[in-house]
Protein backbone atom coordinates (compact mmCIF):
# COMPACT_ATOMS: atom_id res chain seq x y z
CA UNK A 1 0.00 0.00 0.00
CA UNK A 2 1.20 3.56 -1.15
CA UNK A 3 0.61 6.61 0.28
CA UNK A 4 -0.36 7.88 -3.44
CA UNK A 5 -3.06 5.21 -3.67
CA UNK A 6 -4.28 6.54 -0.49
CA UNK A 7 -4.26 9.86 -1.81
CA UNK A 8 -6.35 8.88 -4.59
CA UNK A 9 -8.56 7.30 -3.09
CA UNK A 10 -9.22 9.92 -0.20
CA UNK A 11 -9.85 12.34 -2.88
CA UNK A 12 -12.05 9.81 -5.12
CA UNK A 13 -13.90 9.45 -1.65
CA UNK A 14 -14.25 13.50 -0.81
CA UNK A 15 -15.26 15.07 -4.43
CA UNK A 16 -17.33 11.79 -5.19
CA UNK A 17 -15.77 11.58 -8.91
CA UNK A 18 -12.69 10.43 -10.73
CA UNK A 19 -12.68 13.39 -13.06
CA UNK A 20 -12.73 16.00 -10.19
CA UNK A 21 -10.61 14.24 -8.00
CA UNK A 22 -8.05 13.98 -11.10
CA UNK A 23 -8.20 17.69 -11.39
CA UNK A 24 -8.07 18.49 -7.63
CA UNK A 25 -4.44 16.26 -7.73
CA UNK A 26 -2.93 17.54 -11.00
CA UNK A 27 -2.67 14.02 -12.51
CA UNK A 28 -4.79 11.91 -15.07
CA UNK A 29 -8.05 10.14 -14.47
CA UNK A 30 -6.56 6.60 -15.46
CA UNK A 31 -3.96 7.17 -12.65
CA UNK A 32 -6.14 7.73 -10.32
CA UNK A 33 -8.63 4.75 -11.33
CA UNK A 34 -5.66 2.66 -11.39
CA UNK A 35 -4.50 3.61 -8.34
CA UNK A 36 -7.81 2.84 -6.29
CA UNK A 37 -8.10 -0.22 -7.99
CA UNK A 38 -4.78 -1.36 -7.03
CA UNK A 39 -5.70 -0.23 -3.75
CA UNK A 40 -9.11 -2.44 -3.23
CA UNK A 41 -7.16 -5.12 -4.98
CA UNK A 42 -4.21 -5.18 -1.88
CA UNK A 43 -7.14 -4.48 0.78
CA UNK A 44 -9.29 -7.78 -0.98
CA UNK A 45 -12.73 -5.71 -1.23
CA UNK A 46 -14.05 -2.89 -3.10
CA UNK A 47 -14.26 0.41 -1.36
CA UNK A 48 -16.69 2.52 -3.76
CA UNK A 49 -19.94 2.20 -5.20
CA UNK A 50 -19.30 3.13 -8.42
CA UNK A 51 -22.14 4.38 -10.86
CA UNK A 52 -22.58 6.64 -14.20
CA UNK A 53 -22.65 9.82 -12.25
CA UNK A 54 -21.02 9.87 -8.81
CA UNK A 55 -18.95 7.54 -6.25
CA UNK A 56 -20.35 6.68 -3.05
CA UNK A 57 -19.23 5.41 0.42
CA UNK A 58 -20.79 3.28 2.57
CA UNK A 59 -20.83 4.00 6.49
CA UNK A 60 -17.80 1.68 6.93
CA UNK A 61 -15.84 2.91 3.93
CA UNK A 62 -16.55 6.65 4.71
CA UNK A 63 -14.95 5.83 8.10
CA UNK A 64 -12.24 3.94 6.66
CA UNK A 65 -11.39 7.15 4.32
CA UNK A 66 -11.05 9.53 7.35
CA UNK A 67 -8.53 6.92 8.73
CA UNK A 68 -6.83 7.43 5.33
CA UNK A 69 -6.68 10.85 5.92
CA UNK A 70 -5.20 10.64 8.90
CA UNK A 71 -2.57 8.62 7.56
CA UNK A 72 -2.10 11.40 5.00
CA UNK A 73 -2.01 13.68 7.22
CA UNK A 74 0.57 12.00 9.33
CA UNK A 75 2.42 11.69 6.27
CA UNK A 76 2.54 15.47 5.40
CA UNK A 77 3.74 16.19 8.75
CA UNK A 78 6.55 14.26 7.89
CA UNK A 79 7.09 16.02 4.69
CA UNK A 80 6.87 19.94 6.45
CA UNK A 81 9.39 18.56 8.38
CA UNK A 82 11.85 17.62 6.00
CA UNK A 83 11.29 20.36 3.66
CA UNK A 84 11.69 22.90 6.74
CA UNK A 85 15.23 21.83 7.62
CA UNK A 86 16.20 21.72 4.00
CA UNK A 87 14.76 25.41 3.88
CA UNK A 88 11.85 25.59 2.00
CA UNK A 89 8.07 24.68 2.32
CA UNK A 90 6.55 22.33 0.34
CA UNK A 91 3.29 20.81 -0.53
CA UNK A 92 -0.51 22.02 -0.77
CA UNK A 93 -2.46 24.41 1.39
CA UNK A 94 -6.23 23.64 1.37
CA UNK A 95 -7.70 26.92 2.16
CA UNK A 96 -11.55 27.81 2.77
CA UNK A 97 -12.68 31.23 2.10
CA UNK A 98 -16.09 33.75 1.78
CA UNK A 99 -16.86 34.99 -1.42
CA UNK A 100 -16.66 38.07 -0.18
CA UNK A 101 -14.50 39.39 2.80
CA UNK A 102 -13.11 43.08 1.90
CA UNK A 103 -11.99 43.19 5.84
CA UNK A 104 -9.20 41.43 4.56
CA UNK A 105 -7.42 41.41 1.64
CA UNK A 106 -7.13 38.04 0.76
CA UNK A 107 -5.33 38.23 -2.87
CA UNK A 108 -2.74 40.68 -1.29
CA UNK A 109 -2.55 37.53 1.67
CA UNK A 110 -1.97 34.94 -0.48
CA UNK A 111 0.24 37.05 -3.04
CA UNK A 112 2.85 37.39 -0.03
CA UNK A 113 2.70 33.81 1.44
CA UNK A 114 3.34 32.58 -2.38
CA UNK A 115 6.46 35.01 -2.48
CA UNK A 116 7.69 33.52 0.41
CA UNK A 117 6.49 30.56 0.25
CA UNK A 118 7.01 29.48 -4.23
CA UNK A 119 6.73 25.64 -3.58
CA UNK A 120 3.39 25.45 -1.57
CA UNK A 121 0.64 25.06 -3.94
CA UNK A 122 -2.62 26.80 -2.77
CA UNK A 123 -5.96 25.96 -3.29
CA UNK A 124 -8.84 27.61 -2.35
CA UNK A 125 -12.60 26.70 -2.17
CA UNK A 126 -16.00 28.53 -1.52
CA UNK A 127 -19.02 26.52 0.13
CA UNK A 128 -22.19 26.69 -1.29
CA UNK A 129 -23.78 26.77 2.14
CA UNK A 130 -21.03 29.23 3.18
CA UNK A 131 -19.45 29.82 6.47
CA UNK A 132 -21.39 26.68 7.57
CA UNK A 133 -20.17 24.39 4.80
CA UNK A 134 -16.63 25.79 5.15
CA UNK A 135 -16.55 24.82 8.50
CA UNK A 136 -17.88 21.38 8.35
CA UNK A 137 -15.14 20.81 5.12
CA UNK A 138 -12.43 21.85 8.12
CA UNK A 139 -14.34 19.02 10.44
CA UNK A 140 -13.79 16.50 7.57
CA UNK A 141 -10.19 17.41 7.02
CA UNK A 142 -11.18 18.93 3.42
CA UNK A 143 -9.37 21.86 4.47
CA UNK A 144 -6.44 23.58 6.47
CA UNK A 145 -8.06 26.15 7.46
CA UNK A 146 -10.91 28.83 6.74
CA UNK A 147 -12.12 32.39 6.55
CA UNK A 148 -15.80 32.28 7.97
CA UNK A 149 -18.16 34.65 9.31
CA UNK A 150 -19.60 32.05 12.33
CA UNK A 151 -21.73 33.57 14.60
CA UNK A 152 -22.02 32.16 17.92
CA UNK A 153 -20.14 28.67 19.29
CA UNK A 154 -18.21 26.53 16.86
CA UNK A 155 -17.97 23.11 16.89
CA UNK A 156 -15.84 21.46 19.66
CA UNK A 157 -12.86 20.48 17.06
CA UNK A 158 -12.72 24.14 15.84
CA UNK A 159 -10.88 27.27 16.78
CA UNK A 160 -12.25 30.42 15.80
CA UNK A 161 -9.81 33.29 16.06
CA UNK A 162 -11.90 36.62 15.13
CA UNK A 163 -9.79 38.72 12.77
CA UNK A 164 -12.23 41.49 12.53
CA UNK A 165 -15.71 42.74 13.19
CA UNK A 166 -18.29 45.39 10.98
CA UNK A 167 -21.77 46.65 12.38
CA UNK A 168 -24.86 45.20 10.19
CA UNK A 169 -26.90 47.79 8.84
CA UNK A 170 -29.88 48.36 7.42
CA UNK A 171 -29.70 48.92 3.44
CA UNK A 172 -32.54 50.46 1.34
CA UNK A 173 -32.84 52.04 -2.20
CA UNK A 174 -32.54 56.03 -2.34
CA UNK A 175 -36.64 56.03 -3.11
CA UNK A 176 -37.97 54.24 -0.18
CA UNK A 177 -40.11 55.62 2.64
CA UNK A 178 -37.15 55.04 5.23
CA UNK A 179 -34.53 56.33 3.03
CA UNK A 180 -35.18 59.75 4.65
CA UNK A 181 -33.75 58.35 8.12
CA UNK A 182 -30.95 57.52 9.85
CA UNK A 183 -32.35 54.79 12.58
CA UNK A 184 -34.76 52.11 12.41
CA UNK A 185 -36.20 49.32 14.78
CA UNK A 186 -36.17 46.05 14.16
CA UNK A 187 -40.10 45.76 14.60
CA UNK A 188 -40.59 48.50 11.83
CA UNK A 189 -39.40 46.09 9.27
CA UNK A 190 -41.95 43.39 9.38
CA UNK A 191 -43.53 42.34 6.36
CA UNK A 192 -41.06 44.05 4.18
CA UNK A 193 -39.20 42.05 1.57
CA UNK A 194 -35.64 41.14 2.19
CA UNK A 195 -32.80 40.64 -0.20
CA UNK A 196 -30.55 38.08 2.29
CA UNK A 197 -27.54 35.23 1.52
CA UNK A 198 -28.45 31.57 1.69
CA UNK A 199 -28.78 29.81 5.16
CA UNK A 200 -25.27 29.07 6.40
CA UNK A 201 -23.67 32.05 5.67
CA UNK A 202 -22.89 34.06 8.21
CA UNK A 203 -24.78 37.52 7.80
CA UNK A 204 -28.37 35.58 7.26
CA UNK A 205 -27.32 33.36 10.68
CA UNK A 206 -27.36 36.73 12.65
CA UNK A 207 -29.97 38.22 11.03
CA UNK A 208 -32.28 35.66 11.31
CA UNK A 209 -31.18 35.29 15.26
CA UNK A 210 -32.16 38.53 15.76
CA UNK A 211 -35.35 38.37 14.39
CA UNK A 212 -36.24 35.26 15.92
CA UNK A 213 -34.71 36.87 19.26
CA UNK A 214 -37.02 39.68 19.00
CA UNK A 215 -40.34 37.16 18.27
CA UNK A 216 -40.67 38.89 14.43
CA UNK A 217 -40.29 37.30 11.68
CA UNK A 218 -39.64 38.60 8.15
CA UNK A 219 -39.67 37.52 4.17
CA UNK A 220 -36.80 36.62 2.40
CA UNK A 221 -37.85 37.31 -1.10
CA UNK A 222 -34.14 36.92 -3.12
CA UNK A 223 -31.24 34.94 -2.15
CA UNK A 224 -27.41 35.95 -3.15
CA UNK A 225 -24.56 34.10 -2.66
CA UNK A 226 -22.31 37.18 -2.61
CA UNK A 227 -22.74 39.82 -0.66
CA UNK A 228 -20.67 41.94 -2.52
CA UNK A 229 -23.39 42.48 -4.87
CA UNK A 230 -26.14 43.38 -2.17
CA UNK A 231 -26.28 47.31 -2.98
CA UNK A 232 -26.51 46.71 -6.92
CA UNK A 233 -29.65 43.86 -5.84
CA UNK A 234 -30.69 47.10 -3.61
CA UNK A 235 -30.56 50.08 -6.14
CA UNK A 236 -32.61 48.35 -8.77
CA UNK A 237 -35.41 47.61 -6.26
CA UNK A 238 -35.73 43.65 -5.56
CA UNK A 239 -36.09 44.44 -1.75
CA UNK A 240 -33.95 45.80 1.32
CA UNK A 241 -30.96 44.01 3.30
CA UNK A 242 -29.33 43.91 6.12
CA UNK A 243 -25.56 43.96 5.15
CA UNK A 244 -21.87 44.56 6.66
CA UNK A 245 -21.16 48.58 6.79
CA UNK A 246 -18.58 47.55 4.73
CA UNK A 247 -20.64 46.36 2.07
CA UNK A 248 -22.91 49.46 2.00
CA UNK A 249 -20.80 52.06 2.65
CA UNK A 250 -20.61 54.76 -0.22
CA UNK A 251 -22.64 52.30 -2.63
CA UNK A 252 -24.49 54.71 -5.29
CA UNK A 253 -28.28 54.74 -5.09
CA UNK A 254 -28.59 53.29 -1.15
CA UNK A 255 -29.08 54.67 1.77
CA UNK A 256 -28.21 52.99 5.05
CA UNK A 257 -29.46 52.77 8.59
CA UNK A 258 -28.52 52.00 11.98
CA UNK A 259 -30.97 49.55 13.69
CA UNK A 260 -31.51 50.75 17.23
CA UNK A 261 -32.79 47.41 18.98
CA UNK A 262 -30.99 44.72 17.79
CA UNK A 263 -26.88 43.21 18.15
CA UNK A 264 -26.24 42.87 14.26
CA UNK A 265 -22.49 42.32 14.24
CA UNK A 266 -20.65 40.55 11.24
CA UNK A 267 -17.30 39.08 12.29
CA UNK A 268 -14.39 37.54 10.01
CA UNK A 269 -12.49 34.56 11.86
CA UNK A 270 -9.82 32.30 10.78
CA UNK A 271 -11.26 28.91 11.86
CA UNK A 272 -8.96 26.00 12.27
CA UNK A 273 -8.81 22.62 14.12
CA UNK A 274 -7.66 21.51 17.01
CA UNK A 275 -8.12 17.82 17.05
CA UNK A 276 -5.16 17.64 15.15
CA UNK A 277 -2.12 19.28 14.71
CA UNK A 278 -1.44 22.10 11.60
CA UNK A 279 0.99 21.81 8.94
CA UNK A 280 3.85 23.88 8.68
CA UNK A 281 2.30 25.43 5.58
CA UNK A 282 -1.06 26.91 7.69
CA UNK A 283 1.21 27.27 10.65
CA UNK A 284 3.02 30.43 8.17
CA UNK A 285 -0.22 31.40 6.48
CA UNK A 286 -1.84 31.93 10.09
CA UNK A 287 1.73 33.85 10.94
CA UNK A 288 1.24 36.21 7.75
CA UNK A 289 -2.16 37.07 8.22
CA UNK A 290 -1.35 38.95 11.74
CA UNK A 291 1.25 41.09 9.82
CA UNK A 292 -2.01 41.97 7.69
CA UNK A 293 -4.49 42.60 9.96
CA UNK A 294 -5.27 46.55 10.49
Known amino acids: MELRQLEYFVAVAEEQNFTRAAARLHVVQSAVSAGVKTLER ?5 LLDRNSKRVLLTDARRRAAAARRVALDAARDARDAVAE ?9 RIGAMTSIRLLHLPALLGEFHRRHPGVLLRTSAAP ?12 RRLDLAFVSLPGAAP ?4 LAELARSVIDLAVPDDHPLAGRTSVA ?23 R ?5 GLSRRVTIEIPDIAT ?16 FVVANAEGVRTLTVTDAEL ?7 TPVDRPVGAAARALIALTREFLP
Open 85 to 93: VHGGLRGTL
Open 42 to 46: ELGAP
Open 186 to 208: LGELAGLDFIDSPVGYGNRAVTD
Open 265 to 271: DWTLSLA
Open 230 to 245: GADHIRHGLGIALLPR
Open 129 to 140: SGSQGLIDALVE
Open 156 to 159: ATIH
Open 210 to 214: AFATA
